[in-house]
């Protein structure tokens, strides 16, 4: 006999005349007990069984855990060294690929065990033939029960972990196949797209990138992004939202309405300024559909790309609306550099008084040359607008009516300049 507590005497006629019969009862009646906590589980967790597929698998399972149960028992073998039984690991597995949290696993395990200690204390106290017969049956038989259970539920949380670990890293392997057909516009099918994304593709999107530069305090950039995507999404009112990490610093995400995002919506998620430490975003256009979810991430990544040229002069929100002149032309490092140096000259040197002087001049004229509306903007009075566009003009050495064009393009650029100067040779 390999468990321990049935090697004294008193402890082996206990177990032959009354805990051996009752395994052996356990064994036949397994079925009918499975089925009655079957209909337990359904009645107390409806949500764990959409479809008759999840019963099965609920019902499959238990009954090989009893069986084997009774068979440990019935053979007074260790209860605490077995195999995890095959629809066990079936169950696992579908209730990963189903996104069912371990902890509900766990629950099916207690409530299991509660309806078998039911069954077995109500024969042991039939079969005992006094009080101390029956102390000493319940004892072993609740030290049996208890101990298969903590190895079974320490087996089903290793083997959750692993099919867990393994299913996302194909799941993740999957939506980043799908994610680069529909960027590269080899997947033109919305209803497959949806499928293979398992995220509805025929809706309203709003793609942004969310990423730290560096790994914060907490250790969990993953958790962190997550979050503070998860904060943006509820400020556009999602319905829906989609996410894929992709790198360990930076997610993707996008979130999803059946009408479209309003423009009063969009323009509030830009002013956003209670963001987690570190965390900064980028958004592209809303769209519709396949071409939405498509053209929004690529502005989006253009959007962080130039924030990240930006750097720590960059607002927490970029939105690609706001730098699309300068995403456009700093594709060609080399040649944006070297346009806005010779445009703008002594005007594109990086002290903070003279940016300072072509930031507040990119405004003017971005607002048609009104001092009033540009001092608006930067919250300045009149008067330093036009003392600020005045020392522009001296330090270009001309006024701004001639290459107005150039200008402009070169002042949208400029944000970027340091770090243009800063990429490597490689880069350029």
Known sequence: ?????????????????????????????????TQQAVDRMQAEMGALFPDAQAVEESRGSILSHVVQLAETMENASDPRRFVLPEPGLSLIRSRVRRRVPLSEIMRLYRMAQERVWQWMFAGITTAARNATELADALELATGWLFAYTDGAMIRAERAYEIEQEGWMRSAAAAQAAAIA????????????????LRYEVNRHHAALVVWVETVPDCGDPQGLLSEAFAGLARRLGAESTFTHHLSALILAGWASTRDPFGPETVEELG???????????????????????????IDAE???????????????????????????????????????????GPLAAPE???????MTLAVYLEEN????????????????????????????????????????????????????????????
């Open 369 to 428: 040359r009104s001092r009033r509306r540009a001092a608006d903007r930067l919250t300045v009075h009149p008067n330093t607008v036009s003392y600020r566009v005045q020392q522009a003009e001296s330090i270009l050495g001309r006024g701004v009516d001639t290459g107005l064009l150039d200008l402009q393009v070169a002042l949208a650029i400029l944000p970027s300049l340091s770090g243009l100067t800063a990429l490597p040779v490689a880069d350029l």
């Open 181 to 196: 057909d529909i960027l590269a516009e080899r997947e033109r099918d919305v209803a497959r797209a949806s499928t293979r």
């Open 271 to 297: 002013r956003v300024e209670n963001l987690p430490p570190g965390v900064r975003v980028a958004f592209g256009e809303p769209g519709h559909g396949l071409s939405g979810f498509r053209r929004g991430h």
């Open 1 to 33: 006999m390999a468990w321990s507590p049935v090697v004294p005497g008193v402890a082996q006629q206990v177990w032959t005349d009354i805990l051996r019969p009752i395994a052996r009862d356990l064994r036949r009646n397994a079925p009918a007990l």
């Open 302 to 344: 253009h959007a962080r790309r130039v924030a990240v040229l930006v750097g720590a002069r960059a607002e927490p929100v970029t939105r690609y609306r706001d730098v699309a002149v300068a995403a456009l032309c700093t594709v060609d490092p080399a040649q944006a550099r070297a346009f806005v140096t010779r445009v703008l």
């Open 352 to 358: 903070e008084n003279t940016f300072r002087l072509a």
